[in-house]
């Protein structure tokens, strides 16, 4: 895509981010019993609906990757190169899926539409993501495979975007391949930035490593997209079909039921992105990729772009429980939200 193309939308391809140590700050306090027991380290930005940074915490410029919650990057892309998908097809598209059986016969559905089979699929083989789904697929003597794996849904789409481009099917995970080509592209025009490294995801595919200030940014063009363009099917797709894109009970799907018009996705490692459909928007990642940071700190985000607090209470974070009763709680840093208590003295 040429700095002309990405004229459409307001901002030209800036230089790729810069790979160096990310200057990382204080993001939320672990506090039990009153005592700062434990740091997590992070960076956040929040964006303006006009795309302004409103607030940014630690580094959102150094190069970092974003993992899965590219995902509805790369469908916008495969909507783009052909892929005829909608609904929760397309949320399946996009998602790290909990392997219920919901997602893998969704998955079966995309492959069968592309007139392809399992065998086809490149990523790896994995049990179900999440654990009372994957209890339950060791208990029936299941094995892993790569239908099960959280991101099958994507890698069927891809093969199904391949297919109807004439494009080889054994290397659609080649950087090389035009395939990956063209989701570069798309990369670079929603980021608004050239890509700093290429790598390989969890799952197989190729990573693409842009900056957190990036992904927002790419997260605002979804949701602001005219009707019925490929960003704005993405973004449809994945709000109206939340637990096809996550799972039952995952905080995602939660979060996007909770705040009207909100589309997100998580990420391992500690990453969050998030978009209203004004184009205010949120990217957060956690330095040491803990879980139980990323959603307090994402709800804490979200209020400071000005969604309303009441809204996200059920993702303050889990109590810290010590003999059984509730003895502590992970708070975010002041930096993050100015009204959280400091610890005690």
């Known amino acids: 895509m040429t700095p002309g193309a990405l004229a459409d939308y307001g901002c030209s391809l800036a ?30 930005v929040v964006l303006a609906a006009d795309g302004s940074v409103e607030l940014q915490i630690g580094d959102i410029e150094a190069a970092f990757y974003p993992r899965s919650a590219l995902k509805p990057v790369q469908a916008v892309a495969m909507l783009r190169a052909g892929l005829p998908l909608d609904g929760d097809l397309l949320s399946l598209a996009a998602a790290s899926h909990s392997g219920e059986e919901r997602h893998l016969a969704g998955t079966r559905r995309i492959l069968e539409l592309a007139g392809l089979a399992e065998d086809h699929l490149r990523n790896v083989t994995d049990m179900p993501f999440d654990p009372v789904v994957r209890e339950d697929w060791i208990r029936a003597g299941r094995l892993p495979s790569r239908l099960a794996q959280n991101c099958s849904g994507k ?54 490593s842009v900056s957190l200030h990036g992904l927002a940014r790419a997260a605002a063009r979804i949701t602001t997209a005219p009707p019925g363009t490929p960003e704005a099917r993405v973004a449809d797709a ?23 018009g909100l589309l997100t996705k998580d990420g391992f490692e500690g990453v969050q992105v998030a978009a209203l459909p004004d184009g205010r928007a ?35 974070g889990a109590p810290l429980l010590g003999g059984g009763a509730v003895v502590g709680s992970i708070r975010p840093a002041r930096a993050l939200d100015p009204l959280a208590e400091s610890p005690a003295p």
């Not at 990729?289 to 009441?310: E, H, I, Q, S, Y």
């Open 282 to 316: 949120v990217a957060v990642k956690i330095a040491d990729g803990a879980d139980r940071a990323r959603v307090p700190v994402t709800a804490a985000a979200l209020a400071r772009c000005g969604v309303d607090p009441a809204a996200l209470t059920e993702f303050a």
């Open 238 to 260: 994945m709000r109206e079909h939340a637990e096809m894109a996550s799972g039952t009970g995952r905080d995602v799907a939660a979060l996007m039921r909770a705040v009207p």
């Open 15 to 44: 230089e790729a981010p810069s790979i160096r140590e990310p200057l990382h700050a204080p993001v939320a306090h672990l506090v039990r019993g009153g005592v700062i027991e434990g740091i997590h380290y992070g960076s956040v």
């Open 155 to 208: 890698h069927a789409a891809m093969l199904y975007t391949a297919h109807l481009n004439g494009w080889s099917l054994d290397d659609y995970l080649d950087p090389a391949h035009p395939l990956q080509q063209a989701i570069a592209e798309i990369v670079e025009d929603l980021t608004g930035q050239a890509i700093a490294r290429v790598t390989v995801d969890g799952c197989g595919a190729p990573l693409f």
